[in-house]
Nanobody, 118 residues
Framework: QAQLVESGGGLVQAGGSLRLSCVASGGTFRLHNLGWYRQAPGMQREMVAR???????NYGDSVKGRFTISGDFLKKAVYLQMNSLKPEDTAVYYC????????????WGRGTQVTISS
């Protein structure tokens, strides 16, 4: 069974930056898609950004131009550089891993809190 551990969350002021990291361990699986998802209180979980083992990236509309995802599939790691943060970016951010290029995540981290103050 794979385990994903996120780090890098915290409290920053609007306009600031944060970098999230996630590393997967355990199992003999091979990952083909790594991504970040977030869930704000009372809201559904939404996709923030995904990167495939082939290098393709997808971003949610609300973060395009501000967030950058990068992945290291040999290390089973994924990173999210978040710039120009806004109060509406406040959420718990989860790392998700899929075993197919376009599939939904089958492994999840426990989440890291990101809070943006105005």
């Amino acid at each position: 069974q794979a385990q994903l551990v996120e780090s890098g969350g915290g409290l920053v002021q609007a306009g600031g930056s944060l970098r999230l990291s996630c590393v997967a361990s355990g199992g003999t699986f091979r990952l083909h898609n790594l991504g970040w998802y977030r869930q704000a209180p009372g809201m559904q979980r939404e996709m923030v950004a995904r990167v495939s083992s082939g290098g393709s990236t997808n971003y949610g509309d609300s973060v395009k131009g501000r967030f950058t995802i990068s992945g290291d599939f040999l290390k089973k790691a994924v990173y999210l550089q978040m710039n120009s943060l806004k109060p509406e970016d406040t959420a718990v951010y989860y790392c998700g891993a899929a075993v197919t290029v376009s599939g939904a995540p089958v492994y999840w981290g426990r989440g890291t809190q990101v809070t943006i103050s105005s």
